[in-house]
C-alpha cells in the first residue's frame, strides 16, 4: 500500500507562488505516473499537471506557463511549482501515484492540501 502526504498549501494573494510537495511512502515499487489534480467546491476534480515514469510533462491549459511539476526520486516526492496564481487557481490540490509492485498494480491518492489565492 501506498500513502501520501501533501504540504506546502495556504492563502495567497494573487500573482504571489506555492509550492506544493507529495511525499510517498509504502510498497512504492514503480512508479509509471505522478500528478496533482485539484478540485473547488461544487465542481469535478480536474488533473493539473502530470509527470511520468521517464520524465514527461503534462498540463492543463490554465495552468500552463505557470505551474512546474517536477520529482525526486530518491526521496519518491513530487512537487507543484505555483506561480502567478489566480483566484480561480483556488482549491483542494490532492496528488497521486500511480504504479506497480511484484504483487499488484496501485493508484493512489493523497488526503488533499487547500490553496486558497484571494483577489
Known amino acids: 500500500q501506498v500513502q501520501l502526504v501533501e504540504s506546502g498549501g495556504g492563502l495567497v494573494q494573487a500573482g504571489e507562488s506555492l509550492r506544493l510537495s507529495c511525499a510517498a511512502s509504502?510498497?512504492?515499487?514503480?512508479?509509471?505516473?505522478m500528478g496533482w489534480a485539484r478540485q473547488a467546491p461544487g465542481t469535478q476534480r480536474e488533473s493539473v499537471a502530470v509527470?511520468?515514469?521517464?520524465?514527461?510533462?503534462n498540463y492543463a491549459g490554465s495552468v500552463k506557463g505557470r505551474f512546474t511539476i517536477s520529482r525526486d526520486n530518491a526521496k519518491n516526492t513530487v512537487y507543484l511549482q505555483m506561480n502567478s496564481l489566480k483566484p480561480e487557481d483556488t482549491g483542494m490540490y490532492y496528488c497521486?501515484?500511480?504504479?506497480?509492485?511484484?504483487?499488484?498494480?496501485?493508484?493512489?491518492w493523497g488526503q488533499g492540501t487547500q490553496v486558497t489565492v484571494s483577489s
Open positions: 497521486n501515484f500511480k504504479g506497480s509492485t511484484r504483487r499488484t498494480n496501485y493508484d493512489s
Open positions: 509504502g510498497s512504492i515499487g514503480i512508479v509509471s505516473l
Open positions: 509527470i511520468t515514469g521517464a520524465g514527461s510533462t
